[in-house]
């Protein structure tokens, strides 16, 4: 039986990372998929004749540059085009809009606070030095503050320096950033709810927090990392939908050698005398390898993949309390016009960015509210984009795709999970109705609509309890102990057997960066991993 050096399970954009790096290193390495098409969570599904849908994922602002050059994925089709703008309507039938021009930004807010006006670019100047602070983290494994190796304490000492580096009012910024709530932290700039909420939602994307709960806040620094290397404009649809990221990332593995299976469902990993020696598929099949790779998340490796015989009481009890609780849906339509706000009719530019149903602070408390007693908002925070203005090749002339992520729909709903299909229409009408308060003619020009409940983000694409980025990105969960103290990097308590999606460091999002740096710990080999 032929034995590759590496199987990679799950064909997810980290799961193509690591096989592409591998491969260009020159490992014979195979990816196993289990649906009919890569991609996982960042992938374009054509649901409906001539439209293409970024089914899960929408946007892309933190794909490692890095990774971009490596694999050269702009040769392999990767192109990203800008967003133009952040719109927000209100109940009110006013609306602002935040734009790359900072002029025009600082006239928009100003009609609601002039003194918020002034502040708006203090503050994004503030996070982005955070953020470039903070950014060498996600793009380098975890650092190991028990471990004694000098090369550990040189990289925990530079550390250190560079938080002694900052000036002292970033370094007080930093400190609030790790701690407190969105809110909190907003209130200390801003007075205008219309402008702090919409603001605000970026603390609680994926996570079962409410904008007012503790931590937040540096959830809100996560988002800016994405806009620092091109400012405003790094945040893009890639050019055919989302999935054109990860195609682009198989082209490039396929380029360097890898083989690329789809609609091959791992059963099990094998463990033979305690170290992994390759995997079963569902319909039996055995397949060998030096080395098995997980792009799946935490839960679903080890607790399925894996199984809790191979595995010690301790190392289980920590990663069964890795949180993953789902809090995110996503409806998609197929529309045969253009929605047309009420707050600011008309094709603009304000449509060709992401529009935030976000009205204000109360409101958002109410959604969580719903979904802290077991249900989905009534009135939810959408994230609607609407793709096709910017890239017409995902839909016909003249019909647009309109992507709508919706928090709050917990998982844990309180008849039960496994109820989610009898409540999925409610739940997709409570989306569109709230939309259509703000786009009057929205329902009349719906051809088709999808709607993906947390339970068929579990069911359809492998996410435990539906979480987006494989297990909460809160701080707990991040850098060392993602997702369990000492198995941060890559490694697994079972030799030969490792970890490169979403739930290791860096976290979630398409970033590409937990794939590319578990190929690269794998490349050098390790006393428990055993190298390649
Ligand atoms: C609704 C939604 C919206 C999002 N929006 C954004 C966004 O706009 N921007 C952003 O940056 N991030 C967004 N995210 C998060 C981001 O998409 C994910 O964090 C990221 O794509 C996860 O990539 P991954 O490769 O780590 O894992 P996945 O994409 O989860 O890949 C895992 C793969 O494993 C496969 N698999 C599962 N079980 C098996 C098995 N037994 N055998 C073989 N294969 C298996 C799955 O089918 C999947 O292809 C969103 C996620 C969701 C769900």
């Known amino acids: 039986m032929k034995k590759w050096d590496a199987i990679v399970v799950g064909g997810g954009h980290n799961g193509l990372a690591c096989a592409a790096y591998l491969a260009k290193a020159g490992k014979d390495v195979l990816v196993l998929e ?10 374009s599904e054509e649901l409906y004749p001539g439209f293409t849908f970024s089914v899960c994922s929408y946007v892309v602002s933190l794909l490692r540059p890095w990774i971009i050059q490596d694999l050269e994925l702009p040769k392999f089709g990767l192109e990203i085009l800008p967003l133009e703008a952040s719109f927000s309507p209100y109940p009110d039938g006013r609306a602002l809009c935040r734009w790359s021009d900072p002029e025009l930004t600082r006239r928009e807010i100003a009609a609601f ?42 990289g925990l000492l530079d550390f250190g320096q560079r938080f002694r580096d900052l000036e002292a009012v970033d370094q007080e910024g930093l400190a609030k950033l790790m701690t407190k709530s969105a809110v909190d932290l907003l209130d200390e700039w801003f007075e205008s709810d219309q402008l702090k909420a919409p603001m605000a ?35 893009g649809f890639a050019k055919g939908g989302t999935g054109m990221v990860s195609d682009s990332i198989a082209d490039a593995a396929r380029h360097h050698g890898a083989t690329i299976r789809t609609e091959a469902d791992v059963d099990r990993v094998l463990v033979e005398r305690g170290e992994a020696t390759g995997v079963v598929l569902s319909d039996g099949e055995e397949i060998s390898a030096k080395a098995v790779v997980s792009g799946l998340d935490p839960h679903a490796t080890f607790l399925k993949l894996v199984g809790p015989d191979h595995l010690d009481d301790d190392f289980l009890t920590r990663i069964r309390r890795f949180k993953m609780r789902g809090s995110s849906g996503k409806v998609n339509l197929a529309v045969d016009r253009l929605p047309e706000f009420s707050s600011r009719p008309g094709d603009g530019p304000h449509l060709r960015g992401d529009i935030a149903i976000a009205p204000s602070i109360e409101y958002l408390e109410r959604a969580y509210d719903d979904a802290k007693y077991g249900d989905f908002s009534r009135r939810p925070y959408l994230n609607v984009v609407i793709p096709s203005l910017v890239d017409p090749s995902v839909a016909p002339p003249g ?37 259509a308060e703000y786009c009057p003619g929205l329902k009349e020009s719906i051809l088709f609509r999808q709607v993906l409940t947390p339970w068929d983000l579990e ?37 030969r057997l490792w970890m490169c999606g979403s739930g290791t460091h860096p976290g979630g999002g398409i970033m590409g960066a937990p794939g590319a740096l578990a190929a690269k710990a794998m490349l050098q080999g390790s006393l428990l991993g055993r190298s390649l």
Request: hydrophobic share 40%.
């Open 34 to 43: 289990r649906r009919h098409v890569l991609g996982g969570a960042a992938v």
């Open 113 to 154: 606070s002039k003194k918020d006006a002034e502040v708006y670019p203090e503050f994004g100047k503030a996070m982005s030095r955070l953020a470039r602070w903070a950014k060498p983290v996600i793009d380098a494994p975890a650092p190991r503050p028990a471990s004694l190796n000098p090369r550990e304490l040189k």
């Open 201 to 235: 939602v970026s603390g609680i994307i994926g996570t079962f927090l409410g904008v007012r709960s503790p931590g937040t806040a540096y959830v809100l620094l996560h988002h800016y990392m994405g806009e620092i290397d091109g400012a405003f404009r790094a945040w």
């Open 399 to 435: 019909k647009h795709v309109i992507s709508c992520f919706v928090q709050y729909a917990p998982y844990s709903i309180k008849e039960g999970p496994e109820h989610w299909p009898e409540r999925r229409e409610a739940f997709g009408d409570a989306v569109v109705d709230t939309l």
């Open 459 to 495: 069911q359809d694409f492998g996410l435990t309890e539906g979480n987006i980025f494989h297990g909460e990105l809160s701080l707990e969960q991040l850098a060392f102990q993602r997702p369990a103290a000492g198995f941060a990097h890559y490694k697994t308590p079972i030799p």
